[in-house]
């Protein structure tokens, strides 16, 4: 945990330096495979030292989160699997040291793709859900990559685009609320509309 504090500390270093936008892209390009902090840390204290220019880094966010998206998803069609329902080396090492990854957790994903397809990759990538999960197992089982790429894009640009649009029109007071509660907020959001999708699967 530490180690994470100290990554975390990292990211959020960049806000004040004159590269802190394309750190932002590379954190965000990196979160959608492999790096353990979320891009909202950064995302956050560049909006409110440029609010003019919210949407502006929602977007870059949103774009080269896609970006990253299709990278864990090559991962996991190419190389996470050493043989049928084997893992490779590379897979294990994900499992030993990236946070989010259990052999548990990826193996009861199948499951969730099964039944819900587009929902569940919405719902990695709209809340706090580690999205690389998502990322390289929708490779790993082959789900379609233009509903991967279609329902990734939607998730992640509607959560960076709605801090920025927040940020941009309250300012820094709405900061501690983002803190507090965006993220429970996000899910019962998606629970809702979880909820509604099941609804008509059921009605219809």
Same mark, same amino acid.
């Given at each position: 945990?530490? !180690? &994470? ?41 560049? $909006?409110?030292? #440029? ?9 870059? $966010?949103?774009?080269?989160? &896609?970006?990253?998206?299709?990278? *864990? ?11 049928? =329902?084997?893992?490779?080396? !590379?897979? =294990?090492? !994900? ?5 989010? !990854?259990? /052999? ?5 994903? #199948?499951?969730?793709?099964?039944? +819900? ?5 919405? /719902?990695? *990538?709209?809340?706090? &859900?580690?999205?690389?999960?998502? /990322? ?15 329902? *990734? ?14 940020? #941009?029109? +309250? ?6 609320? &983002? ?10 959001? /998606?629970?809702?509309?979880? *909820? ?9």
């Amino acid at each position: 945990m530490n !180690f &994470i504090r100290k990554l975390y500390d990292w990211v959020l270093s960049w806000a004040e330096k004159p590269a802190g936008v394309r750190a932002l892209c590379g954190i965000s390009l990196a979160e959608a495979s492999f790096f353990p902090i979320p891009p909202d840390v950064l995302l956050i204290p560049l $909006c409110l030292s #440029k609010r003019n220019k919210a949407l502006y880094f929602a977007i870059l $966010c949103s774009i080269f989160s &896609i970006l990253g998206a299709a990278i *864990g998803y090559a991962i996991g069609s190419w190389i996470w699997w050493a043989a049928p =329902n084997e893992f490779s080396s !590379f897979a =294990n090492f !994900f499992f030993q040291y990236i946070p989010g !990854f259990t /052999t548990d957790a990826f193996s009861n994903i #199948k499951s969730l793709y099964d039944q +819900y397809n587009f929902m569940i990759i919405f /719902t990695a *990538g709209f809340t706090p &859900i580690p999205f690389k999960l998502f /990322t390289i197992s929708a490779g790993a089982f082959n789900i379609q990559f233009a509903m991967f790429i279609i329902a *990734g894009l939607v998730s992640r640009s509607a959560r960076f685009i709605l801090v920025a649009l927040l940020i #941009k029109r +309250y300012g820094k007071p709405i900061n501690g609320f &983002i803190d507090r509660y965006f993220n429970l907020l996000a899910i019962l959001f /998606t629970v809702l509309l979880f *909820g509604g999708f099941l609804l008509i699967k059921v009605v219809l």
